[in-house]
Structure formats: structure tokens, C-alpha cells
Nanobody
Framework: QVQLVESGGGLVQAGGSLRLSCAAS????????MGWFRQAPGKEREFVAA????????FYADSVKGRFTISGDNAKNTVYLQMNSLKIEDTAVYYC?????????????????WGQGTQVTVSS
């Protein structure tokens, strides 16, 4: 059974940094795409970034490109989202997601497994 557990959320001032972690278990994830999504109150779930151990380059939403970095530690089955230069509009619940295969998708319905989410709040 696939389990994704996020951690690392919290309260940070605008311009600050946070690193989210997603610990994955229940599969060998080398052939999976791991994604981060976020959802702000009253808004739809939004793609942030995707990563695969079997591909050389990750994939980012334009809104976070240059500020966020997704990476993975294969030995720990953990995916990270380093968030720098945080803005108030980055405030949301951040979710880790996984799907089998190598193709990157930016729509939530393409992902099969989800974590419970971790709150990120950016204050002014």
C-alpha cells in the first residue's frame, strides 16, 4: 500500500524559505513521477512541481520557477521541495502526489496517490 507523508510546513515571513519533505513507502518509486501540488482556500488544487528519478530534469509551474526546487533522495524514498523567496500568494496546503510512469502531468487527476498535506503560511 502506497503511503505518502508530508512534513516541513509552517509559518514563514515573505522572502523566507521552507523545505517540505515527502516520505514515500509501499512501492519502489524509481519508476514513479512524484509531484507537489497546493491548494489555497476557495481555490482549486494547483500543480507546483514534478520529479522522477528516471528523468534528468524536473518540471515546474511558471509561478514557482526559479524560486522552488524539487529533488529526491532515492535511498530514503523521499522527495523534497525547497521553497525560497516565498510570497504571500504561496500560502496553501501543500500535497505530495505520485503516479506510475515517466510522463509529467500537471493535472491532479493524473496522480493516483496523495499525502494528507502540510500547511504553508507566508506572512507579510
Amino acid at each position: 500500500q502506497v503511503q505518502l507523508v508530508e512534513s516541513g510546513g509552517g509559518l514563514v515571513q515573505a522572502g523566507g524559505s521552507l523545505r517540505l519533505s515527502c516520505a514515500a513507502s509501499g512501492r519502489t518509486f524509481s519508476s514513479y513521477v512524484m509531484g507537489w501540488f497546493r491548494q489555497a482556500p476557495g481555490k482549486e488544487r494547483e500543480f507546483v512541481a514534478a520529479f522522477s528519478w528516471s528523468r534528468s530534469s524536473p518540471f515546474y509551474a511558471d509561478s514557482v520557477k526559479g524560486r522552488f526546487t524539487i529533488s529526491g533522495d532515492n535511498a530514503k524514498n523521499t522527495v523534497y521541495l525547497q521553497m525560497n523567496s516565498l510570497k504571500i500568494e504561496d500560502t496553501a496546503v501543500y500535497y505530495c502526489a505520485a503516479r506510475a510512469g515517466r510522463l509529467y502531468y500537471s493535472t491532479a487527476k493524473e496522480y493516483d496517490y496523495w499525502g494528507q498535506g502540510t500547511q504553508v503560511t507566508v506572512s507579510s
